[in-house]
């Protein structure tokens, strides 16, 4: 359980620095729907935290420290399952960053009742592709 | 300046994601198999970010500003209603039918998985369809 740990405390590190530096609360919803803001300083943060963000995998991959992942290769369900992400994290206003990471930690109600319901669903859903023998 | 902490806070964010093993799809979805073959680690991810962002949270109270901006960028919104429920509820369903949430898909864009760019591009069209069809939440102001 170290790592995950030390990963935990290191997406707390980092959402604090973006809280005390620039004020933002580092959710991925508010980042991704910012790409879409016409001219706002929102937008610009975003796209620096973003870019930030993606070259985490090639600096850990040139360290060595390489981490493989396992997904599933049917497109029907990534797309299926990237729609339902993408649309409820926007009208919820947030995923597991904004609500999960930093709402938690300030301890937000609205938050912790999100993030209490989209574990359950994902649970749910596990639990019922399981049962139903679906593997992704 | 400012952008330089922005891009710093996502690859730390990105780094953290990645050493926890919440970037693999695999390892998310063991942590919400619950009645089954459950893999619990993942809960300490959350508790280990939540920990220190309640810290610095509690030392922002004592501080007016950023060290870089002119206000601390409070949420707005604090309503329990349809929407955020059932934003959840739809948000829960996609993450536990293949175990990407957005920030793991974004710092696995250059795994080189096709898988993703299926994944993220059906997540930019929905968060797009969901600004068109339902549009941004009212803050009350």
Redesign the interface.
């Known amino acids: 359980m170290m790592v995950e740990l030390i990963g935990g405390a290191l997406i707390g590190v980092a959402a604090s620095l973006l809280w005390l530096g620039l004020g933002r609360i580092s959710g991925m919803t508010g980042v991704l729907s910012s790409l879409f803001l016409l001219s706002d300083v929102q937008r610009r943060w975003s796209l620096f935290f973003l870019v930030g963000l993606v070259l985490a995998w090639p600096a850990v991959q040139v360290t060595g420290f390489a981490t493989p992942i396992t997904i599933t290769e049917s497109p029907w369900l990534l797309v299926s399952a990237g729609l339902l992400v993408g649309f409820g994290t926007y009208i919820g206003n947030g995923c597991t960053s904004g609500h999960g990471v930093c709402g938690m930690g300030r301890l937000s109600v609205r938050s912790m009742v999100a993030t209490i319901t989209f574990i359950a669903a994902g649970v749910v859903t596990v639990a019922v592709m399981n049962a139903l023998e679906v593997q992704p | 300046m400012?952008?330089?902490?922005?891009?710093?806070?996502?690859?730390?964010?990105?780094?953290?994601?990645?050493?926890?093993?919440?970037?693999?799809?695999?390892k998310v979805?063991g942590f919400?198999?619950?009645?089954?073959d459950w893999q619990p680690?993942?809960?300490?991810?959350?508790?280990?970010?939540?920990?220190?962002?309640?810290?610095?949270?509690r030392?922002?109270k004592t501080?007016t500003?950023?060290?870089?901006?002119?206000?601390?960028?409070l949420?707005a919104?604090?309503?329990?209603d349809t929407?955020?429920?059932?934003?959840?509820?739809?948000?829960?369903?996609?993450?536990?039918?293949?175990?990407?949430?957005?920030?793991p898909?974004?710092?696995?864009?250059?795994?080189g998985?096709?898988?993703?760019f299926?994944?993220?591009?059906?997540?930019?069209?929905?968060?797009?369809?969901?600004?068109w069809l339902?549009g941004p939440?009212s803050t009350g102001k």
């Not at chain 2, 898909?105 to 795994?111: E, F, G, R, T």
């Not at chain 2, 998985?113 to 993703?116: E, G, M, P, R």
């Open positions: 400012s952008a330089l902490i922005a891009a710093l806070s996502g690859f730390l964010f990105g780094l953290g994601l990645l050493i926890s093993g919440m970037n693999d799809p695999a979805r919400l198999d619950i009645f089954g680690a993942l809960i300490a991810v959350m508790g280990g970010a939540v920990v220190v962002f309640f810290v610095a949270f030392f922002s501080r500003r950023p060290w870089l901006a002119e206000r601390f960028n949420p919104l604090t309503a329990i929407r955020l429920l059932l934003g959840a509820v739809m948000f829960g369903v996609g993450w536990g039918l293949v175990g990407l949430c957005p920030g898909a974004l710092v696995d864009l250059l795994s998985h096709a898988s993703i299926w994944f993220v591009g059906a997540l930019l069209v929905g968060n797009r369809l969901a600004h339902v939440a």
